[in-house]
């Protein structure tokens, strides 16, 4: 997961793996820190492939490491982009991982990312909007001592579907400064 960040960052700048490592943690959702102990065998991993590079900056006094992406890595980087995403708990990370690599596809793989994103949160969409449904019609003639359960569990799934329709706008929003930047 992390490989298609890590290519796709270092695809638009060379960086400092300590830099590096903080960026890659502001993409993850949640956002959290990923370990030493996770990061800097990946990217050894990935300069044993011969993905990245990593050499120490020469104009630097304290002769930080720099990475910096192979054409190998460009190559690797533009397959990962083309594989689905899966339908996991790391399905929302890898797509931010990807819109943040969309500079470096060409337009149609742009819109197929697009369009693959969408059709996963239009499933959530509808599964959240069916489920509040669902609880609304329980409210309709309540359990007395689940109405409160019931109603905060309408209003969660109010935020959900909020949160999908904010993402099916946001995809659209895209759509049409691709098609704009194409004229």
């Not at 060379?14 to 990217?43: C, H, Q, T």
């Not at 990807?98 to 969408?118: C, H, P, S, T």
């Amino acid at each position: 997961m992390y490989e298609l960040l890590i290519l796709g960052i270092l695809g638009t700048r060379d960086m400092s793996a300590y830099k590096l490592g903080r960026v890659l943690g502001g993409n993850l959702v949640p956002r959290r820190e990923i370990s030493n102990g996770v990061f800097y065998p990946l990217l050894n991993r990935l300069a044993d492939q011969g993905y990245i590079e990593i050499n120490e900056a020469q104009a630097d006094p304290r002769k930080k490491k720099m990475t910096r992406i192979t054409q190998k890595g460009m190559t690797r980087f533009q397959e990962l982009m083309a594989v689905p995403v899966s339908m996991d708990a790391k399905r929302e990370s890898m797509y931010r991982f990807k819109f943040r690599g969309m500079d470096g596809v060409d337009e149609a793989e742009q819109y197929k990312i697009l369009e693959d994103y969408e059709n996963a949160n239009q499933t959530d969409l509808n599964i959240y909007q069916s489920v509040q449904d669902h609880l609304k019609q329980k409210l309709q003639a309540p359990d007395d001592d689940r109405v409160e359960a019931l109603q905060w569990g309408v209003r969660a799934l109010g935020l959900s579907i909020a949160i999908c329709e904010t993402k099916q706008k946001w995809i659209e929003e895209c759509r049409t400064q691709i098609g704009q930047e194409k004229e």
